[in-house]
Each structure stands twice: as structure tokens, then as C-alpha cells.
């Protein structure tokens, strides 16, 4: 008998690590849930995976409408559209994502109930289904950049980098607002408006240029600063690569996901009882 | 060699909580508006169980045993002694307020059949969805997945929506995938209970399969015969703690033995505060019948004790037993013709039930003293609670047998022509 499968189960007390291990056994379990979320989502509609760029299109278009031509909001000398359709990819990502993530163990309450499984996966994989809709309307960005003839600055290399900030921050506040929705169900409902309230706490609709300039480094706290003007100086050359803002993001992002970590492993323990 | 030991295991749930929840959305409102404080207290202290003592009910208390590699161990008990939670801490979904468990091997629960069952998902993906799930990896199933749809049954309907599936099918699947898992100990809760006749002997097979492996097995059921039949040793829980461990056929005897002294507890009340009126006031309601437990097979007698106060009272007595569900199985009178006339005082009725004639299951009495044929001057409802047991040689079957009744009736079956049968 193998006996290096020995388990002991007691009560745990305080903060606990992650479990690599563990994660990486289940790595399959993260990719049939990752396929699930997208299949599911697009299963019987009409349009399918289309609806992942029509979202952010179509908020481009209107904002378009009401910020560039009606409010005449700065886009920083390039196309309002453009400038919010750039902005607009890695913020509905994130959007999307804490809905999603937020949700994520309380719809799968079920399966948190019937089997034990690490349950960092539920909140992974929802992040991890709505990176396919983010790669699909990033796609659709490169079109748009390729019919105006802009061709993105060398800081391209920085893109990884601000991907990374992203996923940290997604995932972070994710993991968060997971555990928390798990016992109060509030989250559900404050994340409903939340969402798109906290839209206007970042550059999407506006220019970091806008905010005041002694305001600015205390605006640039919020990871998603750094991220959207990063992708607006790559891609559109709006304004020289905020090296500072991205470097303010990252420590809050690794701020987030770290305390997210550990967070959601104090409150893994009781999911199953109060879920 | 033990492969699983449990030591002083408890745990402790939180209660109280549900009555904070109103289920209209006004009722919703009108609580939320009146107490957020009082919700968020409620609701922060449902994962805080070291303070306010008084309302943490403690659902497993003090439980150690052991199980040897290849043991089958079957634990019983009524509904809220502990059997889930004891399942779901050895499982890990939850975690143990005090105690250890020491484990030996892979252990795969099956707390429920399909578990991560998507509607919008094939067959197949569902194959791979719950199999992950339950700890398998990619591979595993792919190498397995040939076996997994022929046991299942539905390779015709592999790649259409589970969500066209009968519901039969979805169970036949979904244990189909949970009994290609390899574990060394596994821990099933009463997943016998689904499923057809055809597949239960599927299943049943597949267990005494897995157990004549020499892996360890924990099975949790009410059913008493297949525990008793498929267990070389069974536990038995009561209100969270471990009353008796051993052979299976003496657990289960002690728990029929106890839970007939418990349930069948007479209903008895002093003159002074018995139900009733001014005619009549009910001294008891009770069920007698020999052996240790009540069975299917068993006849047994319902008995009335009521103090009559009217002298030369025209009486009978008209007796309803009722499902569970609401339906009356059936409803009989005492002697009515002649009727008889009761003097002052106690009185006892006495109806008879033979054996080979109820179905197993819980039944209540609902009954009416009658006067003069017409006029009841007394009833009750929910007098009493019956609950047969079922008892069977055959073992091929271990699903409910439908209907209210179950008689015994002479049914034969040959050849109609004796030399055919040459």
C-alpha cells in the first residue's frame, strides 16, 4: 500500500499557505471547469463567442457618442474611439472577472458541499474562461489598430508585464470577494452596481491627465491606472510609457493577491459549512 | 493494519440562524431594514463557533474508531445523528471542531452521483468534468472512458446536452464515473438508493467487487439489509456519538432493538392533563407486538386506553393510518354491529394488524372515538408514529419494493406441462 498518501485531518488554526502540490494534481479539474464556463456561457445562443467583443464594442460606441462627441472628454489627440476601446478590453476584462469570480463559489455551492477538491479552482477557473472573451476582443482591437495604420511602440515588450498586473489584481480582488460572498451574500448584490461605478475610479472614459496633477500618484494606487494608459502608450502613443503609475500598480497588485491568497485559504475551511 | 483512524473527532455547527431568514421578500426587506447589525452579527458568527455557547450544537461528539485495510464498515443511525458530518469530515469537504483523522491511501468519497453535472455539456464532457472533480486525472479517464460508457449505458447518447438525459440516465453516468475511480478507501453515502433494478445489481456488484479487492470501504445507509448483508462490521451513531461497533448483524439488531423502545415510546398521559373532553380523555396509544423489531413480517396490535365519563356510551373507534406523504392506507372501525355499550371508566380498544401486510416505512395514526356511529367526540392526529422495517432474503434488490402494502400472497410459477420441464 502506498503510504506515502498519508493524510491527517484536524482543525486548522490561523493562516495557511497554498498547496502547490494539490493545485497541480488538479490542474485537469482547472481546465474541464475553464472549458465548462465558456461552453456554457455560449451554449445556445445565437452568436456565441461573438458576444465577448460586442460587449466592449458597443460600450466603445457609446461612450464614443456621449464622452467624445457630446462631453468632448481629452482622448489625448487620438480617436475617442480608440481611446476607449483600448482602455475598454482590459477593463471589461476585469469587470467581468469579479463578477464572475465573485460568483464563482456560491453558484458551485454544490460541488463545494459533495467533494472535496482545492477550491482555489472555482475562482482560477472564472478568471481563466473570461481570458478566451479578453484574447477574443484584444483581437478585435489589433483590427481596429490595423485599419487606422497604428503601429504599437517598442514599449510592446512592457505588455506581458502589464498582463501580469492585471491577472494579479483580477485575481486578487477575486479571491477576496469570493470568500466573502461564500457567507455574506451582499457581495452578489453591491457587485451588480459596483461594477460599473468603479469604471469612472479609472482612465477609461477619461485620460489620466484629466485627474489633477498632485492627485495623480494616489489615482495610480489603483492597479487598472497603470494597466490602461500602459496599453493606450503602446498601442495609441498617447503619452510616454507610465513606467512610474505600472510600478505603483504592481505593488498593489502583488499586495491584493498575495493578502487574496491567503484570505481565501482562512476562509476556505468554512465554505462547506456556511455555504 | 489500520488505514483510517479517527480520534475524539467533534464537531460543532452553529444554529439558530434560519429563523433570521424570512422567505417573502417583503418579510426579507422589512428584517433587513430593522437589523443589519443584528444580520451581520448573525451572520459573521456562523464561522465563529468559540463564543456564544448557547446556540453551537455540537453534531458529532467524542467519536473514535478504527477500520482495517479491507474492511467494510457500514454506519447507520436515525436522520441527524451525525452520518453526513461524519462522512463529510472524513471526505475533507469539512473541517473537524476538535479530534484527527489519520488516513491511509487515496480516498474517494461519493457524497452524491454527478457532482459537477452540467446540463449544456455532453456526455462525454460531463464524463470528464465529474471525474476531474472526483480527483482523476485527464489520462486516467481517457484510458478508463471506453469501460466508464459501457457501464453507463447511454454510449447512443454520448454526445448529445446531458440536459436531454432522463434523470435515470444522469445517475446510471455519473456512478458509472465514481466506480471507475481506483481509490483504496472509498466512502459512499447511500447512493443505492437511485437508479433502476438492472443498475442497483450493477452497482451492488461493483461494491462486493471493490471490497474482494481488499480495498476499504465505508458505507453509509438505511438500509439495513444491505448493510447487513454487504458490511462485516457496522457503526452506530445516536445524537452525534458512537453507541455500538462490531459485527454488523449485532448493530443492527441493538439499533432496531433501540429504535423500537424509542419510537414506539407509548403516548401516555395522567387523567389530569390527558388529551380529551368531558366524555372522553385518552389514557394511551401504543404498539405491542413480539421480537425485537417491528418487520414487515410482523403482526402487531394498535391499543387504545381512554376514560369514558358517560355511562352506557354507544361507541366504536375509527382508526386511519396515513403515509408520510398524506395518504390514507386504509381506515377501520371497531365493532360496529352490535354496538357496544361502554360503562363508566377505562376502556381499551385493541385492533390487530397482521404480519405480511403493511409495506416498510413510517406510518401515523390519525383516530376518532364515535358515538352513536356518527357523532365523534374525540380525535387525534399524528396519535402515534409506526415505522416498519423491511426484512428480505432475497438480497438481489435493495431498492424500496413500491406500494402501500405488501402481502405475501401464494404466487406459483412451473412449466404448465410436467414432461416440458424434462
Redesign the interface.
Known amino acids: 500500500m502506498n503510504k506515502s498518501s498519508s493524510l491527517v485531518i484536524r482543525a486548522s488554526r490561523g493562516w495557511r499557505g497554498i498547496d502547490w502540490k494539490e493545485l497541480i494534481h488538479y490542474r485537469d479539474l482547472l481546465w474541464f471547469l475553464t472549458v465548462r464556463g465558456i461552453k456554457a456561457k455560449y451554449a445556445q445562443s445565437v452568436l456565441g463567442v461573438a458576444w465577448a467583443v460586442i460587449q466592449p464594442l458597443f460600450s466603445t460606441l457609446v461612450f464614443t457618442v456621449v464622452f467624445g462627441t457630446l462631453a468632448r472628454i481629452d482622448s489625448n489627440g487620438v480617436p475617442y474611439f480608440l481611446f476607449s476601446l483600448v482602455a475598454l478590453v482590459p477593463w471589461t476584462f476585469f469587470a467581468n472577472t469579479l463578477t464572475d469570480s465573485a460568483n464563482s463559489l456560491v453558484s458551485n455551492a454544490n460541488m463545494i458541499t459533495k467533494v472535496y477538491f482545492p477550491r482555489l479552482v472555482l475562482p482560477l477557473s472564472s478568471i481563466l474562461s473570461k481570458g478566451v472573451d479578453f484574447l477574443i476582443s484584444f483581437a478585435l482591437v489589433i483590427v481596429f489598430l490595423i485599419v487606422y495604420r497604428m503601429l504599437p511602440s517598442w514599449h510592446v515588450v512592457w505588455l506581458p508585464w502589464l498582463l501580469v498586473v492585471l491577472l494579479m489584481t483580477s485575481l486578487g480582488i477575486g479571491m477576496i470577494l469570493s470568500a466573502m460572498a461564500v457567507q455574506y451574500r451582499d457581495v452578489k448584490h453591491a457587485m451588480v452596481f459596483a461594477v460599473q461605478l468603479i469604471m469612472y475610479a479609472a482612465p477609461v472614459v477619461y485620460p489620466t491627465t484629466n485627474v489633477p496633477e498632485g492627485w495623480r500618484s494616489v489615482y495610480a494606487l489603483n492597479p487598472m491606472v497603470g494597466v490602461i494608459e500602459g496599453f493606450r502608450s503602446i498601442f495609441l502613443h498617447t503619452l510616454p510609457f507610465p513606467y512610474g503609475w505600472v510600478a505603483q500598480g504592481t505593488l498593489v497588485a502583488t499586495a491584493l493577491f498575495v493578502f487574496g491568497l491567503f484570505y481565501f485559504r482562512k476562509m476556505e475551511r468554512v465554505f462547506a459549512d456556511v455555504a | ?1 489500520n ?1 483510517i483512524e479517527v480520534k475524539g473527532l467533534g464537531k460543532k ?1 452553529r444554529i439558530g440562524k434560519a429563523d433570521k431568514q424570512a422567505d417573502t421578500l417583503t418579510g426579507a426587506l422589512i428584517n433587513g431594514l430593522r437589523s443589519p447589525w443584528q444580520n451581520l452579527r448573525n ?2 458568527n ?2 465563529r463557533l468559540d463564543r456564544d455557547e448557547d446556540s453551537v450544537a455540537w453534531a458529532l461528539r467524542d467519536v473514535s474508531f478504527e477500520v482495517k ?1 479491507g474492511e467494510v464498515l457500514g454506519i447507520i443511525g436515525h436522520n441527524g445523528a451525525g452520518k453526513s458530518t461524519l462522512l ?20 474517494a ?1 461519493l ?2 452521483v454527478g ?2 453535472f ?1 446540463p ?2 455532453t456526455g462525454r ?1 460531463n464524463i ?2 465529474n471525474g ?7 489520462k486516467e479517464i481517457d484510458r478508463k472512458l471506453d469501460e466508464i460508457v459501457d457501464f453507463s449505458g447511454v454510449e447512443k447518447y454520448l454526445d448529445t ?1 446531458v440536459k436531454f438525459y432522463s434523470s435515470g440516465m444522469r445517475v446510471r453516468l455519473g456512478f458509472s464515473v465514481a466506480a471507475h475511480l481506483e481509490p ?1 478507501i472509498l466512502i459512499i453515502d447511500e447512493v443505492l438508493a437511485v437508479g433502476d433494478a438492472e443498475f442497483q445489481r450493477k452497482c451492488m456488484g461493483k461494491m462486493e467487487f471493490v471490497s474482494h479487492q481488499g480495498r476499504t470501504v465505508l458505507f453509509v445507509s438505511h438500509n439495513l439489509e444491505a448493510i447487513k448483508n454487504l458490511c462485516g462490521k457496522t457503526l452506530l451513531l445516536n445524537n452525534g456519538q458512537v453507541t455500538a461497533i462490531g459485527h454488523s448483524k449485532m448493530v443492527v439488531g441493538d439499533y432496531l432493538a433501540q429504535y423500537s423502545r424509542q419510537g414506539f415510546a407509548t403516548s401516555e398521559w395522567a387523567e389530569a392533563d390527558a388529551p380529551g373532553n368531558e366524555v372522553v380523555k385518552l389514557k394511551s396509544v401504543r404498539v405491542e407486538f413480539s421480537g425485537d423489531a417491528l418487520s414487515i413480517r410482523t403482526p402487531f396490535d394498535i391499543i387504545f386506553e381512554f376514560w369514558n365519563y358517560q355511562n352506557e356510551m354507544s361507541s366504536n373507534i375509527s382508526l386511519h393510518l396515513l403515509t408520510m406523504s398524506g395518504e390514507t392506507v386504509f381506515n377501520v372501525f371497531s365493532c360496529l354491529d352490535p354496538l357496544p355499550r361502554l360503562r363508566k371508566g377505562l376502556c381499551i380498544g385493541r385492533c390487530s394488524i397482521p404480519g405480511n401486510f403493511l409495506n416498510a416505512g413510517v406510518y401515523s395514526l390519525k383516530f376518532f372515538i364515535v358515538k352513536n356511529k356518527s357523532e365523534a367526540v374525540f380525535s387525534l392526529t399524528d396519535a402515534l408514529r409506526i415505522e416498519i422495517f423491511d426484512d428480505r432474503t432475497d438480497i438481489q434488490w435493495y431498492g424500496k419494493i413500491p406500494g402501500f402494502i405488501r402481502p405475501n400472497f401464494e404466487f406459483t410459477l412451473s412449466n404448465a406441462n410436467a414432461t416440458e420441464a424434462e
Open positions: 493494519m488505514v455547527y451572520i459573521r456562523l464561522s485495510e463529510k469530515i472524513l471526505s475533507r469537504i469539512t473541517e473537524p471542531s476538535e479530534g484527527e483523522v489519520r488516513i491511509h491511501g487515496r480516498v468519497a457524497l452524491e457532482t459537477g452540467h449544456e455539456l464532457e470528464y468534468m476531474t472533480i472526483l480527483g482523476m486525472r485527464k446536452p483504496e
